[in-house]
């Protein structure tokens, strides 16, 4: 008895090594190509062909042929190259024999062309969001007064909520006590506030000190243990995301002097401003946000097609030759505007407001980087389609007004230009 019992586990064993399961009138083939040591279940390897992206073209085309034929072709290449493999994966193919007609299968061309594609798209909602973003944000900075402060007012905003929900991530928080969330909301509120008060009062001493008092106190009374590092990152949140991105407004408002020298303002229509519309802020403004712009996408294209030097472990993807092809784009771009607009007068200004601009872009891209890298996020939100969040689109420009406001109104006199 014991023997028969042996004799027909061994028939068992063999007829389960052909016909692997037989379920609801269906007939399953197991099709090896990576040798395993052990099948594995139907459940989970149904489980990860839903994941697949499969075409049923690519499985089921017009022609036919058995199954077996095909479970016969690619166990005879494991059993002939048992070696070459190094990951065990097994397909199933499910059906009654005849759904399946074709041995050439490629699955990894699927995903291939499927991510081409998805790149293709990427790139074209990139372009066409950017150029949307770029005349808006052209207009804006014309119109000027408080069109440009509402404006920066709802960014500054929007990059403040992103900032602390970078900080208040998991691996930030690890490190270092984020605020509590009361806190990164009215700190939000009071950096949105910053630019509307720069261009009310014309300054931002008393706004920033009385903004700070006000974090320090709501830090002060929070329940539970108050900590330091709550009130280090509300403070830095505060500098970061309204202190900084006011300079804008004194650098687009503030500077009201008539560019005189500009030709454009000779005939900028009358019921616009006429030639007083075109000032010494809004000249510096614009050419200012178009060095910048030029500055990255000379960055891309010159990391894209000549970038092997890596530039910083901070970004990984930055390159010295990427960086060497913004810096040239941006003093190009800057000689170039300010000789069309006629300022800088001198051309030596020019290349050094270009090279500011530049230094400020690139530190303001290095920091935010140093931020998303530190919570473990590739974008700091998903607002801008193809883009990502605010923050990652205007990193470049937190530090640069500021720079470009001191060049203006220290450098520029000091030298007498």
């Known amino acids: 008895m014991a023997v028969a019992a042996a004799h027909c586990s061994c028939s068992c064993s063999r007829s389960l090594q052909s016909l692997s399961l037989t379920k609801r009138g269906a007939l399953t083939k197991r099709v090896s190509m990576w040798p395993s040591p052990a099948p594995r279940s139907v459940k989970s390897v149904h489980r990860l062909l839903r994941h697949l992206p499969l075409r049923s073209s690519a499985f089921f085309p017009s022609s036919s042929s058995s199954s077996s034929s095909i479970a016969e072709k690619y166990t005879s290449t494991t059993e002939n190259s048992p070696t070459s493999m190094t990951s065990p994966l097994e397909v199933f193919y499910c059906g009654t024999g005849d759904e399946i007609s074709s041995a050439d299968i490629s699955i990894s061309e699927i995903p291939l062309e499927q991510n081409q594609k998805g790149g293709s798209n990427q790139l074209k909602k990139r372009v066409l969001f950017g150029l949307g973003i770029g005349f808006a944000a052209g207009g804006v900075v014309v119109a000027g007064g408080w069109v440009f402060t509402a404006a920066m007012a709802a960014v500054v905003l929007t990059g403040s909520r992103e900032f602390f929900g970078l900080v208040r991530s998991r691996r930030i928080a690890d490190g270092m006590a984020p605020p509590p969330r009361y806190v990164s909301r009215v700190c939000s509120?009071?950096?949105?506030?910053?630019?509307?008060?720069?261009?009310?009062?014309?300054?931002?001493?008393?706004?920033?000190?009385?903004?700070?008092?006000?974090?320090?106190?709501?830090?002060?009374?929070?329940?539970?243990?108050?900590?330091?590092?709550?009130?280090?990152?509300?403070?830095?949140?505060?500098?970061?995301?309204?202190?900084?991105?006011?300079?804008?407004?004194?650098?687009?408002?503030?500077?009201a002097v008539p560019a005189l020298n500009t030709e454009i303002g000779k005939?900028?229509?009358?019921?616009?401003?006429?030639?007083?519309?075109?000032?010494?802020?809004?000249?510096?403004?614009?050419?200012?946000?178009?060095?910048?712009?030029?500055?990255?996408?000379f960055a891309f294209l010159g990391g894209r097609a000549f970038g092997k030097t890596p530039l910083t472990s901070i970004s990984p993807k930055k390159t010295l030759e990427g960086a060497f092809a913004g810096l040239l784009g941006c003093v190009v771009v800057t000689a170039l505007l300010s000789k069309i607009l006629c300022w800088p007068n001198s051309l030596?200004?020019?290349?050094?407001?270009?090279?500011?601009?530049?230094?400020?872009?690139?530190?303001?891209?290095l920091l935010e980087s140093l931020i998303k890298r530190d919570a473990g996020v590739k974008d700091s939100g998903s607002l801008i389609p193809g883009h990502g969040g605010i923050l990652d689109r205007v990193d470049s420009y937190v530090f640069t007004g500021a720079l470009s406001y001191s060049f203006v109104k220290v450098v520029l006199p000091l030298f007498g230009l």
Do not use: E
């Open 267 to 297: 005939y900028w229509p009358v019921l616009l401003g006429g030639r007083a519309h075109w000032t010494v802020g809004l000249v510096a403004t614009l050419i200012s946000i178009s060095s910048i712009i030029a500055a990255d996408s």
């Open 189 to 255: 509120v009071i950096c949105s506030l910053m630019p509307i008060f720069t261009l009310y009062y014309g300054h931002m001493d008393v706004s920033v000190t009385f903004s700070a008092f006000i974090i320090a106190v709501a830090v002060m009374l929070q329940r539970g243990n108050p900590r330091f590092a709550h009130m280090a990152s509300a403070v830095f949140g505060l500098f970061y995301c309204g202190y900084l991105p006011s300079f804008w407004i004194k650098l687009r408002c503030g500077l």
């Open 348 to 365: 030596l200004s020019a290349l050094a407001y270009g090279v500011l601009n530049f230094a400020g872009s690139i530190f303001g891209d």
